[in-house]
C-alpha cells in the first residue's frame, strides 16, 4: 500500500521513549501522526523538554508531530479532589479520560482513522482501563480507537532499548506534579 491508501492513525504520546516501540507496532499498519497533548506534565519546563524531545525523534524518523497549547489549569482543575491519590488511582483514570477524550476529538478534526495512546506500554498503567476509556471517547468523537497493550511481548523492554539507542531524554517520573512528588519521596527513603 502507498501513502494515501493507508488509513490514518493519531497516536498519543506522552513522551519520545514511551512513543518508540508504540510507534514501531503501528506504523506497520497505519500512516502514523503523532499527538502530544499532556498538560498534566510538571513543571512546564518539562513538558517544554518531552514536546522537544518528541519533534526531534518525529524528524529523526520521519512521522509528523502535532501538539495541543499546554493547559495544565484545565487539567488541575479534572483531577481537583483527587490529589491526594496514589499512582494508578483514581485521578489518573481521570488523567486518562482527561487527555484521551482530548485526542479523540482532534483525531475526529484531522480526519483520521483511529487513534491510540502510548500509555499502555508502560508496566505501571493499567491497559485494560485505558483500553476501555479510549473506547468510550472514541465512540462519543466518532473516531475508531486502535486497542492495544503495548507493553505485550516485551513492549516496555523494546521501548527502552529503541530510546537508549536514539539517546534520548527518559525522565525520571510519570509527569504531573504528584508523580514527581511520590518519585522523589521514594529516592528519599
Known amino acids: 500500500m502507498t501513502g494515501s491508501s493507508r488509513r490514518r492513525l493519531l497516536l498519543h504520546a506522552c513522551c519520545a521513549p514511551c512513543g518508540t516501540h508504540p510507534f514501531t507496532v503501528v506504523r506497520?499498519?497505519?500512516?502514523?501522526?503523532?499527538y502530544f497533548d499532556n498538560p498534566n506534565i510538571f513543571p512546564e519546563s518539562e513538558y517544554r523538554a518531552?514536546?522537544?524531545e518528541i519533534r526531534m525523534l518525529g524528524r529523526r524518523w520521519g512521522f509528523p508531530v502535532e501538539s495541543a497549547e499546554y493547559d495544565a489549569a484545565a487539567w488541575r482543575d479534572a483531577v481537583r479532589g483527587l490529589e491526594d491519590e496514589p499512582?494508578?488511582?483514581?485521578?489518573?483514570?481521570?488523567?486518562?479520560?482527561?487527555?484521551?477524550?482530548?485526542?479523540?476529538?482532534?483525531?475526529?478534526v484531522l480526519g483520521m482513522d483511529a487513534f491510540t495512546t502510548t500509555l499502555t506500554v508502560s508496566p505501571h498503567k493499567n491497559a485494560a482501563l485505558i483500553n476501555r476509556i479510549g473506547s468510550e471517547t472514541g465512540f462519543s468523537a466518532g473516531?475508531?480507537?486502535?486497542?492495544?497493550?503495548?507493553?505485550?511481548?516485551?513492549?516496555?523492554r523494546k521501548s527502552c532499548e529503541l530510546s537508549r539507542a536514539a539517546g534520548l531524554y527518559r525522565q525520571?517520573?510519570?509527569?504531573c506534579e504528584f508523580?514527581?512528588?511520590?518519585a522523589e519521596s521514594g529516592r528519599s527513603e
Open 28 to 34: 506497520e499498519e497505519f500512516d502514523v501522526t503523532v
Open 50 to 52: 518531552r514536546l522537544e
Open 87 to 108: 499512582e494508578g488511582g483514581k485521578r489518573c483514570a481521570v488523567c486518562f479520560r482527561f487527555r484521551l477524550e482530548r485526542t479523540a476529538r482532534r483525531a475526529s
Open 143 to 156: 473516531v475508531a480507537f486502535f486497542t492495544a497493550d503495548f507493553k505485550k511481548q516485551d513492549g516496555f
Open 172 to 175: 525520571s517520573y510519570c509527569g
Open 179 to 182: 508523580s514527581l512528588r511520590e
